[in-house]
Nanobody, 125 residues
């Protein structure tokens, strides 16, 4: 059974940093492109960023470029999202996802095969 479990959410002040982690079990994370999505209050789920199977390439939505960084640790089967210079508009439930096997990159919800349960990040002004 594949499980993705996110850790690291919480309350942070604007301008602060937070690191989210996503531990994968039942699946070798390095065989899938992995991504982070978020769902702000009252809004639809949206793409945040992703990393390819090899870990050599990343992609981000424009609003987080230069502030957020995705990385992966193959040994721990874990994906990370380092979030810096946080803004109140970054407040959302953050979800980790694994892409379907044939996707080399991952930027859309439709490409997701597995999801975590989400972790709340609240940025206070």
């Amino acid at each position: 059974q594949v499980q993705l479990v996110e850790f690291g959410g919480g309350l942070v002040q604007a301008g602060g940093s937070r690191r989210l982690s996503c531990t994968v079990s039942g699946l070798t994370a390095s065989t899938r492109a992995m991504g982070w999505f978020r769902q702000p209050p009252g809004k639809a789920r949206e793409f945040v960023g992703s990393i390819t199977k090899s870990g050599q390439s990343t992609a981000y939505t424009d609003s987080v470029k230069g502030r957020f960084t995705i990385s992966r640790d193959a040994a721990d089967n874990t994906i990370y999202l380092q979030m810096n210079s946080l803004k109140p508009e970054d407040t959302a439930v953050y979800f980790c996802a694994a892409a379907k096997a044939f996707f080399a990159t991952f930027t859309t919800i439709g490409a997701a095969d597995y999801w975590g349960q989400g972790t709340q990040v609240t940025v206070s002004s």
